[in-house]
C-alpha cells in the first residue's frame, strides 16, 4: 500500500459560501493477489464510508478524509476473515500531515485517566476561525453520543470534554460543525476531528464490604466493640468513641444522613483497659425484616475525629439457635466491696462490674435522704471480658449540705431478657 494526494477540501455545507475546510483529502493506492473483504481503518477505526469491500485482484485507489486536527493519523487496510475470504493485514501509514484553516477547526488537547473509574477524559479546543462571519454550531461525538451542541461566533473558541468508558475497546472521538438554517434544520459536516482513541481496560470491581454482613433477627442485641489489634484509648477523658448508624443506601438511592446509636446515646467512654464496647438493641419495627443497615465508628481525641471504621449488618434470620441467657450482674465502686467508701460531692465517680458479655447494663437509685432525688448511671454494655464500667455525678445542692447515702443497683438486658436487680451497693457523698 502507498499513499498520494492531500488537497484541502471545500466546504460543502449547505448554504456557507466555498471555504476551506480543516480537511486533507488523502487517497491510498494497494493491491490484492487473491480475493479479500478490505476495511480501511484510521486509528484503529473502521472508516464506514468505504465498509467492507470485495476486492478481486488488481491495483485500487481509495480516497478519504484526514482532518488537520493536531493528532499524527495512522492507515492501515485489513481483512479480519470473517467474510468468507483469508485475513490479512497491510502495513500502517501515517497520514501526510495537513495545515488546512478551514472554517470550523479541532484540535486535540489531551487525555486524562480518572484515578477510580479509569475513564478516560478528552479535551478538544473548537475554534470558528471567522473564514465565514457567522455564528456556527459544534458538537463533540464519541461512537456517536454527543456532548451537546455548542455556538461559536466568529473569532471564538471553546474547550469541549468528552468521557471514553473504560471498557478496554477503541472509540471514535469525532468532532461536527454545522450553520443553523432559517427553516430551523441544521446542515451539518463531520470529520473535522477523527480521535480514535483506546479506552482503559475495565477496572476489577471493588469488593462489597458489606457482603459478609452480620445477620441478626429482630430482637436480638447487636454488639460492637474495639478491636483487639486497635490502640487502646486514653482513659483520661480525652479519648472517645462516636457510634453512628445510617439505614444502607441502594444503587439508586440518596444516603440517609448519619444519627448516633447505642446504649450510651453514640458517644462511647473506654474502658479501664482502654477498649470500649456498645451495643444496640433490635425489633422488628425500628430494625424490621430485609433492612441493612451500616455502623460508623470515629475515634475523638480532643474533639478532633480520626478516619471512620465501618461495619455492616442486615436484619434476617440469624439462625443462631438459643441465645445465651443473661445473668444478674454484680455492681462495685470505690473502696469495694468493703467499706463502699465516701465520694466527694461535684466530681465523677466509676462505677463497675460483672455481667454477661454483650448485655445492656441499665441502673436504678434511691436514697433516705428526704428533698434529694439523685443522678442515675448512664447505661453500659458488657465487654467480651465479662467487665462493664460507667460513671455517676452527684453535684452540691446547696450551702450546709450533710452527708448523703445513695444506693445504686444494677441489672442486665440481652435481647428480650431482663434480669432481676442487684444487690445494692452504697455510696456517701459529701462536700467535705
Known amino acids: 500500500m502507498s499513499q498520494w494526494g492531500g488537497s484541502c477540501r471545500t466546504s460543502i455545507i449547505t448554504g456557507l459560501p466555498t471555504a476551506p475546510l480543516p480537511v486533507a483529502t488523502v ?22 464510508p ?7 485482484s488488481g491495483s485500487q485507489r481509495w480516497g478519504f478524509d ?5 493528532l499524527e493519523h495512522k492507515i492501515q487496510l485489513l481483512d ?37 473509574t479509569k475513564e478516560k477524559y478528552v479535551k478538544v479546543r473548537v475554534t470558528n476561525t471567522g473564514a465565514v462571519n457567522e455564528t456556527l454550531i459544534t458538537e463533540l461525538y464519541i461512537d456517536p453520543i ?35 438554517m432559517p427553516n430551523g434544520s441544521n446542515a451539518y459536516h463531520g470529520g473535522l476531528l477523527h480521535w480514535g482513541i483506546k479506552g482503559n481496560p475495565t477496572p476489577p470491581v471493588p469488593e462489597d464490604p458489606a457482603a459478609s454482613a452480620t445477620v441478626f433477627t429482630p430482637g436480638e442485641m447487636v454488639y460492637v466493640r474495639s478491636s483487639s489489634t486497635s490502640t487502646p484509648l486514653k482513659t483520661d477523658g480525652s479519648e472517645w468513641v462516636l457510634l453512628e448508624i445510617r439505614k444502607r443506601p441502594g444503587l439508586a438511592e440518596v444516603p440517609e444522613p448519619w444519627r448516633l446509636v447505642g446504649t450510651e446515646g453514640g458517644y462511647v467512654l473506654p474502658q479501664q483497659d482502654g477498649s470500649w464496647v456498645s451495643s444496640i438493641q433490635t ?31 442486615n436484619m434476617g434470620n440469624s439462625g443462631g439457635g438459643e441465645p445465651p441467657q443473661a445473668s444478674v450482674p454484680f455492681i462495685l465502686g470505690p473502696g469495694s466491696p468493703f467499706p463502699d467508701g465516701i465520694m466527694r460531692l461535684n466530681t465523677w465517680v466509676t462505677l463497675y462490674g460483672n455481667g454477661t458479655p454483650g448485655s445492656v447494663i441499665e441502673f436504678q437509685t434511691t436514697t433516705q435522704d428526704s428533698g434529694i432525688t439523685p443522678n442515675t448511671p448512664a447505661p453500659c454494655t458488657v465487654g467480651a471480658d465479662g467487665r462493664w464500667q460507667t460513671r455517676v455525678y452527684e453535684y452540691e445542692r446547696g450551702p450546709g449540705d450533710e452527708v448523703w447515702v445513695i444506693t445504686y443497683r444494677a441489672r442486665a438486658k440481652l435481647n428480650d431478657q431482663v434480669t432481676e ?12
Open 50 to 56: 468505504y465498509g467492507w469491500t470485495q476486492v478481486t
Open 283 to 313: 425489633d422488628a419495627t425500628s430494625y424490621p425484616l430485609g433492612s441493612k443497615w451500616d455502623l460508623r465508628a470515629r475515634r475523638f481525641q480532643e474533639y478532633r475525629p480520626s478516619e471512620e471504621y465501618l461495619q455492616y449488618f
Open 66 to 70: 484526514v482532518p488537520n486536527d493536531g
Open 27 to 48: 487517497e491510498v493506492v494497494f493491491s490484492v493477489d487473491t480475493t479479500h473483504n478490505v476495511g480501511l481503518f484510521i486509528d484503529g477505526v473502521h472508516y464506514q
Open 146 to 180: 454527543g456532548t451537546g451542541a455548542t455556538y461559536l461566533r466568529p473569532g471564538e473558541e471553546k474547550v469541549l470534554t468528552h468521557k471514553v468508558p473504560a471498557d478496554g475497546k477503541v472509540h471514535l472521538v469525532e468532532g461536527r460543525g454545522w450553520r443553523p
Open 80 to 116: 479480519d476473515g470473517t467474510r468468507g475470504t483469508p485475513a490479512t493485514k497491510s502495513q500502517i501509514l501515517t497520514a501526510p500531515d495537513t495545515d488546512c484553516a478551514g472554517i470550523l477547526t479541532f484540535e486535540a488537547l489531551g487525555e486524562a485517566t480518572h484515578p477510580v
Open 421 to 432: 436487680w442487684s444487690g445494692p451497693l452504697q455510696l456517701w457523698w459529701s462536700d467535705n
